[in-house]
């Protein structure tokens, strides 16, 4: 079977949240949390979109800082 683009990002998107020790949601795969000491960061996926949650600023920034860069790198 040949894998489409989106299949390919959408393993390109599992691998770097679980590089990142995010963990998988049982119930809908395509969110993802991580606790950073008191904080958790949540990311939902769909399609070409994503939201990053959290109730503090710094933590947002950080995580899109982090998932830029490891997309960047396994994009190119």
């Known amino acids: 079977m040949v894998s ?34 008191k904080y958790c960061v949540i990311i939902c996926l769909f399609m070409d979109d994503m939201l990053i949650l959290d109730n503090n600023d710094y933590m947002i920034n950080f995580t899109k800082k982090m998932l830029t860069n490891k997309f960047r790198h396994c994009l190119h």
């Open 4 to 37: 489409s683009y989106g299949d390919d990002i959408i393993i390109i998107n599992l691998k770097i949240m679980l590089l990142n020790e995010f963990q998988i949601n049982e119930i809908e795969k395509y969110i993802y949390m991580k606790n950073i000491n």
